[in-house]
């Protein structure tokens, strides 16, 4: 038999439903210091997770769908990170907030997010247009595990379940790249009493 080539893809993979969805930030992950090549240059990059309020059956149990978002790591006037952030807070971010924001703080909150449908190369994409603040009745509760990684912190230490595309990713990064590969120096300091004559 020879080998065989066909279009790659599947096409019965459900998306998000364009509209408006109650939803919950779940994963918030560091993917590192990613090259774009169209622009020829490096960003820190991050990858922010939320749960829709719309269901998918997985191995025969209905789970929340998920959608997620790549954005550049940075809180200046023209990122996306920060008009999403500031939309969904409904409120600009005060100087000292500006001088660091703990992203973590987001992780397991509410938000309404307006999905739409777009097509590139043949293929239907949802994306998150607009993050706004979650409704009046709407409540905080995620049924997923909340997740957050950043190499910083965790060096390439994964917690349990990030996803192997993700992986990937982060193993692209300048940060995995650029690791030291030496092992960590064992102690070979020996006491007398280890000495057997």
Not at 115 to 128: F, M, P, S, W
Request: with cysteine; net charge negative; aromatic share 10%.
């Amino acid at each position: 038999m020879g080998l065989i080539a066909k279009e790659n893809g599947s096409t019965d993979f459900k998306k998000v439903s364009a509209g408006v969805h109650e939803s919950n930030c779940i994963s918030i992950w560091d993917i590192g210091t990613q090259e774009n090549k169209k622009f020829e240059k490096f960003n820190r990059k991050i990858m922010i997770q939320w749960e829709v309020d719309e269901l998918v059956e997985v191995d025969g149990v209905e789970k929340p769908m998920t959608i997620l978002k790549e954005y550049t790591l940075s809180l200046n006037d023209k990122s996306n990170l920060r008009a999403d952030l500031v939309s969904w807070r409904g409120r600009d971010f005060t100087e000292a907030e500006l001088d660091g924001f703990d992203l973590k703080d987001i992780l397991g909150k509410p938000c309404q997010l307006n999905v739409v449908h777009r097509e590139n190369g043949g293929k239907t994409y949802a994306n998150i247009l607009a993050i706004m603040p979650k409704g009046k009745s709407q409540k905080a509760d995620s049924i997923n595990t909340l997740s957050f990684y950043s190499i910083d912190d965790s060096g390439f230490d994964y917690p349990e379940g990030l996803p192997a595309w993700i992986v990937r990713k982060i193993e692209q990064s300048e940060e995995f790249r650029n690791q030291n590969s030496f092992e960590k120096p064992v102690n070979n300091d020996i006491s007398e009493e280890d000495i057997p004559f």
